[in-house]
């Protein structure tokens, strides 16, 4: 665990913080806010891999945790990074989201219609499923915790 | 009356800005109400859809519409918004002030330069298809970076220019499957066309329309959510039709 932390996931870890900058760029957000966006994203992609290398689940049950609880910390994340910056939270959030959100399953599934594998489909709606409404969670869960630490710092 | 008229006005343009550019309904109602409470009407009824914003003053016996034609995403424009609503609320700038900062807002914003666009588009492909497929040989990640620069630059292109919606999408993903095809005849070994095409889509994909379509839904609007992800998968299935199509030739 110790050697695949230090060898894949600081190279995992490095690479969401590019992904994330990078889409931050190119959703125009503000140009002081890309670095911390992009840790944002580095810590939420970090805590989805380790959480599917530990857990000895179906791999189903393994995106839905796994993509929960990265939810939940790019929301704390992105809430702290906001008061920090006096920024919306939606400019950290959404840019941090781009290696954990449906996107390329949703394109599978109408790759998989196409070329005529309606099983493949299924299976990647499923996921697109699981992962979109786990992650709407997560930024619920978030929103509550963000209002705790809101609530007890003042 | 002339009053009245400019805060309805301001209101609507402010939330008009935040949803063009990829607020959630409940943020765009919550700043609206802000700003009209702001304004000296704390009971202005405010209603957001997708596709079109009302704000009425029952104090007034008035109320205006506005129509939302275009959605993208540009949150400099919501940040934008946000600090101006600040300075609006704590009393640094007036009414005309903030509705004249509005319209600046809309017109001009500084935007990244289009290389910083092609680099970004570039980086976000390459690290995503090492990311989730652990591939990387030479020709995959010469490949994904040309793929995905091109991709996009079509994307952005074709938007830019045309406004045909979700035809951008189809020329850039057919584009990314044309070039990974190029790439798969030139490279004889270690060539993997499926996690290129992953990572060259992924600046193009709807993935963050797709995870706000069930926030707006789970936030009430249920209207507004199930209609953005219409349009998620709409674009979506405009990218798999394009890939699709290169992707017989295999």
């Given amino acids: 665990m110790w050697h695949w932390l230090f060898t894949v996931g600081l190279l995992q870890t490095i690479l969401a913080y590019l992904a994330t900058s990078g889409f931050g760029v190119l959703l125009n957000i503000p140009r002081r806010a890309v670095n911390l966006s992009g840790w944002v994203g580095a810590a939420g992609w970090l805590t989805y891999e380790v959480l599917y290398q530990v857990l000895p689940l179906a791999i189903d049950v393994k995106l839905a945790i796994g993509n929960l609880v990265a939810a939940v910390v790019i929301g704390v994340a992105s809430g702290l990074a906001a008061r920090y910056k006096q920024m919306p939270m939606i400019i950290f959030n959404i840019p941090s989201l781009v290696p954990l959100v449906p996107g390329g399953q949703s394109y599978r599934v109408v790759r998989n219609l196409v070329t005529g594998q309606p099983q493949v489909a299924n299976q990647y709606l499923a ?26 710092s003042h | 009356m002339e009053r009245e008229n400019l805060v309805m006005q301001t209101t609507l343009l402010a939330g008009a800005i935040l949803l ?131 991709g996009f ?28 095809l190029i790439g798969f005849y030139l490279t004889p070994t270690g060539y993997h066309p499926d996690a290129i095409i992953i990572g060259a889509v992924m600046p193009l994909v709807p993935g963050v329309a797709i995870t706000n379509a ?12 199930p209609a953005r992800a219409i349009e998620a998968i709409l674009s979506a299935a405009a990218i798999g039709l394009g890939i699709a199509l290169t992707s017989i030739f295999y």
């Avoid at chain 1, 996921?127 to 007890?152: D, T």
């Avoid at chain 2, 409940?26 to 957001?48: C, K």
Wanted: some cysteine.
């Fill in chain 2, 153 to 180: 630059a079509a994307f952005y292109w074709i938007n830019h220019f045309g406004q045909i919606r979700f035809l951008s999408e189809f020329i850039g993903a057919f584009l990314i499957g044309l070039v990974t």
């Fill in chain 2, 20 to 150: 063009e550019n990829g607020a959630e309904i409940a943020r765009v109602e919550d700043t609206m109400q802000r700003i009209t409470t702001n304004a000296g009407y704390p009971n202005a009824q405010i209603f957001v859809l997708l596709t079109g914003i009302t704000v009425a003053l029952p104090d007034a016996a008035a109320s205006q519409v506005r129509a939302i034609h275009r959605r993208g995403m540009d949150l400099e424009k919501v940040d934008q918004v946000n600090t101006l609503s600040r300075e609006f609320a704590t009393h640094r700038i007036d009414l005309p002030e903030f509705a004249t900062a509005l319209k600046h807002v809309n017109q001009a914003v500084p935007t990244f330069p289009f290389s910083w666009l092609l680099l970004a588009a570039l980086v976000v492909s390459v690290t995503l298809m090492v990311a989730f497929t652990g591939h990387a040989t030479p020709a995959d990640l010469i490949t994904c970076a040309l793929a995905g620069v091109l």
């Fill in chain 2, 214 to 225: 069930v926030r707006d839904t789970m936030t009430g609007n249920l209207l507004s959510g």
């Fill in chain 1, 127 to 152: 996921q697109v499923v699981i992962i979109a409404g786990v992650i709407a969670l997560g930024f619920l869960i978030a929103e509550f915790i963000n209002r705790l630490l809101w609530h007890f």
